[in-house]
């Protein structure tokens, strides 16, 4: 037997042996590059390459369900599946984690990054859901300082969504030389719900949304964004958005977990995107999570964001109309040592 093919089923059977008593996932079929795609003839330096879509994405437990999802219909829907690379952020305790997208996507190229969860928990202020107080929820902000300086361009995807459409178009987003990030800007929101009433009675806070933004600020979705990466390192933003977290931890100026800060930092500097790329709050709102529909308009990109989660409201049996689009993406196998005979 050759010996890589070896080597790749001996990893496989500790894998599938560290699964026991746990959740277990379906290995997803592999999908293949059409004709008309980029032929990559020496792909050993997959993680640097622009000749590639990068995506990034964190891995944590209680999300893994998601993150499976959200692969699958990555590559499902991409016309050349074989030219994506995902870059995966995961704490040191939980490493381990990556084990499952090895079994289920034991072709799949990604490379995982430690996460020093220690180090951010500090600058975490509490919020309006338990959930957005996770470490790795603010991974996000630290991305250009964790994954390796030679990626130029990547897309940030939250855990709970799907995409069904082809990833490449979003990838291939143009963003202008004196922009660092795109996303879907939605500027009906209520912006100034986002900060508390001690920001805005502060002039020198509030000040800071009219100073040097391009267009008047507006809300817009941390969940899925394209970032130019070098861009971000040259202009030092992980360090202004913790200046803000710092400053949130003496005077409380919001509310809603990691969203503010980008919000000060970048709204109103954004290349917008279209709407179709985020038809977020499919979860319904961060305390009731009722079921919502979707926006008006085409879709690419449906975004469970809110407290209601596809997974968690199907496994209770209350699930919301929307969640029926969640499930073909599911690979959790079924633990029939809990279903009732």
């Not at 957005?132 to 996000?140: C, E, H």
């Not at 709407?275 to 919502?292: E, P, S």
Request: with cysteine; aromatic share 12%; net charge neutral.
């Amino acid at each position: 037997m050759h010996s890589s093919l070896l080597l790749h089923l001996t990893i496989l059977f500790i894998f599938t042996a560290s699964f026991a008593g746990g959740e277990r996932f379906k290995e997803a079929p592999e999908f293949f590059n059409s004709p008309e795609c980029l032929t990559i003839l020496n792909d050993d330096d997959f993680v640097c390459s622009d000749k590639y879509v990068h995506v990034a994405m964190t891995l944590d437990a209680a999300y893994l369900r998601g993150s499976m999802a959200v692969i699958l219909s990555v590559l499902q829907h991409s016309s050349c599946p074989q030219n994506i690379v995902f870059h995966f952020v995961t704490s040191k305790q939980t490493y381990r984690l990556q084990n499952y997208v090895v079994s289920s996507f034991p072709y799949l190229k990604f490379r995982i990054y430690p996460y020093d969860v220690a180090a951010i928990s500090g600058l975490i202020s509490t919020s309006i859901r338990s959930a957005l107080d996770s470490p790795l929820n603010y991974a996000r902000n630290y991305l250009a300082d964790i994954l390796p300086t030679c990626l130029s361009r990547v897309i940030y995807l939250d855990s709970d969504l799907i995409l069904v459409d082809d990833i490449s178009k979003l990838f291939s987003t143009h963003i202008p030389n004196d922009i660092v990030l795109a996303a879907p800007e939605y500027c009906n929101a209520n912006f100034t719900t986002y900060f508390t009433p001690t920001f805005w009675s502060n002039p020198s806070l509030s000040i800071t949304l009219s100073l040097n933004r391009l267009r008047p600020p507006c809300y817009f979705n941390t969940g899925v964004m394209v970032i130019e990466l070098k861009k971000w390192r040259e202009g030092d933003y992980t360090r202004k958005i913790i200046e803000w977290m710092e400053l949130q931890k003496r005077i409380r100026i919001y509310e809603l977990g990691s969203l503010p800060p980008f919000l000060l930092v970048f709204a109103g500097n954004i290349a917008p995107v279209d709407h179709r790329w985020n038809q977020h709050g499919l979860g319904g709102d961060n305390f009731r999570g009722l079921c919502r529909d979707l926006h008006p308009g085409p879709v690419s990109l449906l975004h469970w964001s809110g407290k209601g989660k596809p997974w968690v409201r199907l496994d209770s049996g209350r699930a919301c109309p929307l969640d029926a689009l969640w499930v073909p993406y599911d690979l959790l196998e079924p633990r029939f040592d809990l279903i009732e005979t």
